[in-house]
């Protein structure tokens, strides 16, 4: 299943409040509008918007993520390019969107980080984006990120792109709807310093917005020394007790210092922010996209409608009509009843360049069928050299039968591509601890379980913690030796079919 991070946004506007149903879908081949793929720099935007109105939304989604590239810490390696998936009938946004959602980020079943949106980048939107793309691109730039930094500098990051096409975007504003739920100010920031797991409310999440925002205004030299120190992955709490002794939160004296000063600050009512310039723009690329390549898109996301049931004819229907374009449709294939095995080889032998191919066939083969399941990954990683969850799979399989050398350069690769990914994370941290890299081993574990899903079921958080607390034991808590590669989340813990 996809993994999702919606944003609920407190004291707003939600633009479509109840599940409504969709028209049956047409695609271009049978008559429905075309459909286009739309390359701007840092997006690939997928849409059935017209050639004009899809390159405008391309561009205002480019300028956002130029401002997130332009304000976070620079990180070296490549980026893959984040997919935008942009529909212009509200009624087809609600086939795939939660309730109360105005945007969501999805991550499919081959690890590609998909914003999917309605056809018009409204204030709610930019915020929703801004706030995931912050996450996605913070995972590059932080080998450790406590929870309080990880959704505090996400929520700041919220106002960055509420100036809107033409105008110079700024960094450092102030959401109203954030600052009402800490304002009049009565603490809590020592509590929501220390959480793990997750923020237990929208109020929580503005004091985390509070906590970075002070921290920039006030003590901007400490913060660049933090950020710092979390790039490094240095243990979150001891590096915030080097750096701000008079604010421990877990001494009560520290807790009321803390909330003095942040309450303070609010109160006081002087922010400072600063215009942000970027580069000049550039030219768009378009080509259209097939009627299955248009399927393939929408058996990507998830069918959630807004938290209704899906009929299962509509759903049906759209898998004959791929399989009508294409017999050996991948993702239609994937969705079709019957029996795995069979379905999955005639997808290889129809698309043997498809990753997603080799993926469903290794996942498909029974459990004795090792060899077989060891040369489908190959070959997925040979189709996709950049695939995080190819990459990630194939290394777990080989350290499952005892190739932890073989198996360790794939694993950072793999986390080099997801560093989101606790599921690859985790790989890199067994496959060192299993070559006596026990330090490497913790501080990768310790990244894995940062950036664990808020909303994770308590049984797979669970197993990671166990295997924390394995290695803590046998390595030491102290250990602190640097990750092995800038930090990883494919769509489940450890191997993901």
Known sequence: MPTLRTFRRAACTILFLAAVPAAAFE????GGRPWREIGAGHVTLVTDLGSGAGQDLARELERLILVLHAVLPKVGGPVQPVRAVAL???EDFD???????????????????TVVMPGVLGGAQREVIAHELTHHLAARVFARQPLWFSEGVATFMETIG?????NTPTLGG???????????FHGGAAKVLQAQGHLETSRDYALAWALVHFLFNQRSAELARLQAAFAQGKDPAAAWREIFPEWDPASATGAA???EAVGRYLANGKFRYFDVHLPAEQPVTERPLSAAEVHSVRMSLPWINRGEKVAPERRAAEVAEALAHDPGHVKALRSSKGERLPLAERAAAAHPEDVDAWLFLAAALP???????EEALRKAVAAGPANAIALNNLAWLLLETGRSGEALPLARSAVGLAPWSS???DTLAQVSDDLGLCAQALQVERRAVDVLPERLPAKERAAYLETLGHLEAKCGVKASAPPATAPAETAAPRPTP
């Open 88 to 90: 212009r009938d509200g």
């Open 423 to 425: 599921a690859a994370l």
């Open 174 to 184: 102030v959401p109203l709807s954030r600052f009402r739920e800490v304002y009049p």
């Open 95 to 113: 086939l795939f969107a939660p309730k109360h959602a105005d945007a969501l980020y999805v991550r499919d079943e081959l690890g590609v980080p």
């Open 27 to 30: 695609c271009p081949e049978r």
């Open 162 to 166: 509420a100036s809107g096409p033409g």
């Open 257 to 259: 210092a803390l909330d």
């Open 367 to 373: 459990p004795g069928a090792g060899e077989r399941r």
